[in-house]
């Protein structure tokens, strides 16, 4: 993995999450990380100062990388990567693009380029994101196996198959988003009752993580997590009831549901 050469076609949110995570957990040496994007400027300021390369186009990356990255946003895969199908055919592809699965990509590759289909999230600039693996593709054993190596130091990394790829996407991916918005929320509801917005946010994010550790090492039920956390007649099942009475859960699987249902 040290010698491993890594390029990022498009490098946005994901791809910049994604090599922030391999540079701060020394998976990757800056120098091993290659991107390019739209705005040169940007780019520059996003690779070059932190020691990674910034190239002209995707071509230069293709040329310079083994393992390329396709982190534009999915409505531009095709075009971006028509132009450099024979680059390709010699690297290892992984693309991230939300709703590209393995044959879809296959009409965007050249016969026989070695590709395989993702879907990160946020997190793995801190190294704790997830990224699903789609399990039909068309890597090596042992080349799938350096592209799990190297994501491991940054997510937990699963497969899944063809037909559940969008979901997990969706239940992994968007939901970063989600559990911001409920952080920002019970900022709000700290900040209302007195707390520092700071502190409210730092405590509503560490019980986040604080909560899914406890499920993760523990195995626990999490219908029994929450009832660990409330007495009867306590203060606890009251706020329970009240999110019932607003529809929590049902708008959360609404909210997964309408992702999924999206044209
Ligand atoms: N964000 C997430 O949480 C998330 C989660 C799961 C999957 N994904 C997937 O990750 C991919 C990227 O999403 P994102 O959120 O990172 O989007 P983004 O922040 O908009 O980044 C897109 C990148 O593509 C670059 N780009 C646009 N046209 C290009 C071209 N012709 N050649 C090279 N680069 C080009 C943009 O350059 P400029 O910045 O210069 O315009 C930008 O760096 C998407 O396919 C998405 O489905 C994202």
New binding site residues.
């Given amino acids: 993995m040290s010698e491993l050469k890594v390029g990022f076609?498009?490098?946005?949110?994901?791809?910049?999450?994604m090599a922030e995570g391999f540079l701060r957990t020394g998976a990757l040496k800056p120098e091993q990380v290659y991107a390019?994007?739209?705005?040169w400027e940007?780019?520059c300021r996003n690779t070059e100062e932190r020691g990674m390369h910034a190239c002209r186009?995707?071509k230069e990356v293709a040329d310079s990388a083994d393992l390329v990255i396709l982190?534009?946003?999915?409505y531009?895969?095709q075009?971006?990567t028509a132009p450099i199908r024979e680059e390709l055919k010699d690297k290892i592809v992984v693309s991230?693009?939300?709703?590209?699965p393995f044959e879809k990509l296959e009409q965007a590759l050249l016969p026989g380029t070695h590709h395989l289909s993702t879907?990160?999230?946020?997190p793995v600039a801190v190294a704790e994101g997830i990224i699903v693996c789609e399990d039909k593709h068309s890597l090596t054993g042992e080349e799938f196996q350096m592209v799990k190596d190297l994501f491991e130091k940054i997510a937990l990394v699963e497969t899944v198959d063809t037909a559940h790829l969008s979901v997990a996407?969706t239940v992994c991916?968007?939901t970063?988003a989600y559990a911001a918005m409920f952080i920002e929320a019970l900022g709000d509801a700290g900040v209302k009752h007195g707390l520092t917005r700071a502190q409210a946010y730092r405590f509503a994010a560490q019980m986040l993580v604080g909560t899914g550790k406890l499920h993760l090492e523990t195995g626990q039920h999490p219908g029994a997590m929450k009832d660990a956390v409330c007495s009867p007649g306590g203060t606890t099942i009251v706020g329970v009831a009240s999110l019932e009475r607003s529809g929590f859960r049902s708008a959360i699987i609404d909210a997964i549901d309408d992702v999924e249902n999206k044209p």
């Fill in positions: 076609i498009g490098f946005g949110n994901m791809a910049q999450a390019c994007a739209r705005n940007k780019l186009d995707a982190a534009v946003k999915p531009m895969i075009e971006v991230v693009a939300a709703g590209y879907c990160p999230n946020t996407g991916g968007c970063p």
